[in-house]
């Protein structure tokens, strides 16, 4: 969020820590969520009864939890029942940068929901459920996280949604049949801006410059960096680092500028030189 908003927090943070924060603090009738639509409803869902919450502008969506509508989750678990008989094998896996309804659904359907904190462990979890994990609905967080875990490139296939339904998302049956993850063809619109042509300006401009991006980055950039992880671990990182450190940051630059602010024995920027804010959250 920009300064004029955060001036007037009483706790600022990832999405799922606002939510509990919220709901450890039953004393307040009223949680203004300063978010997008899909960090309000989490704030609901773990608030008290007799608090309220309140999303200031409705219009505050996310374009990534739009790309899985439920109707297309849902008609897509059909087609793979369809294929494998069954999918009890199946472990659905939604990010939190999802609707509610899909939340409950992985709950109905044996699964669950995972933040970029605990993916890996999500995810390791839900291998000891079953043979293969259905994951959406950021393709990216996904396949970093599975490479993470040694998972090959050609064992994470994508389902394309955008075919509609009874297309198999452009795969093969083959090609589902040998996949332990299936990423669901989503993404944030800010953080696959962020290029492996940036990190090498970086690079050339910075000698000796840190590398951090978020796992929502597309697969190349966050092998190309030096670390990658949330918003909590990227604001950890730069204060952690030393003085005189040179980072660069690849998220949504309100936050790096907010970082730039409080660190100033630090040179933090943003890897893309044109400012693209999250225009929902903004």
Known sequence: QREDIVQF?????????LAQYAAE???????????????????????????TVILPNMEAGCSMADMAAAPDVYSAWRELEDLFGSTED???????????????????????????????QVLEWAFQQGK?????????????????????????VLWDWRLGPGNLGGRTPEE???SRIILWQGHCSVHQRFSLTQIEQARQQFPGVQIVVHPESRYEVVQAADANGSTAFIAKYVAEAAPGSIIG?????????RLAKENPDKTIFCLDPVVCPCSTMY
């Open 90 to 120: 199946i472990i659905p896996v939604t990010y939190m940068n999802s609707a509610a309804s899909l939340k409950a659904f992985c709950g109905e359907n044996g699964g669950v929901v995972c933040t970029s904190s605990n993916a890996t």
């Open 249 to 257: 940051i690849g998220t949504e630059i309100n936050l790096v500028s």
């Open 176 to 178: 589902l049949e040998h």
């Open 9 to 17: 927090a009483d706790t600022r943070g990832d999405s799922f820590a």
């Open 25 to 51: 603090h039953p004393e307040s009738p009223y949680i203004i969520f300063c978010g997008v639509h899909f960090m309000a409803e989490a704030a609901d869902i773990l608030a008290q009864p007799n608090q």
């Open 132 to 156: 293969r994990v259905f994951f959406f609905p950021d393709q990216h967080l996904g396949r970093n996280t599975g490479h993470a875990m040694d998972i090959p490139l050609d064992e994470m």
